[in-house]
């Protein structure tokens, strides 16, 4: 499972799940690019799909295939 959080946030606004995920269930929560961790993104207006574009390097990385997706807000609105 992929936890996408909203503009202003970081993985952090994930800590309830991410602290004890359940067994069966790989949980990834990763900073949006200019949110906790990920500093140095200029936004444009299309900042959407760039996000989208990074979060997608970020789980072939990762090697991350076919999740689920979670997001709120900001993290809800990436294609």
């Excluded at 800590?15 to 067994?23: F, G, Q």
Aim: hydrophobic letters at 35%.
């Amino acid at each position: 499972m992929v936890l996408v959080h909203g503009g202003g946030a970081d993985m952090r606004s994930w800590h309830h799940l991410t602290s004890r995920p359940p067994p069966e269930a790989g949980v990834f929560a990763p900073d949006v690019p200019g949110h906790g961790t990920e500093r140095g993104f200029t936004y444009r207006p299309d900042v959407v799909a760039d996000l989208a574009e990074h979060l997608v390097d970020s789980l072939e990385r990762a090697e991350i295939r076919s999740p689920g997706l979670v997001g709120h807000s900001l993290g809800g609105a990436m294609p």
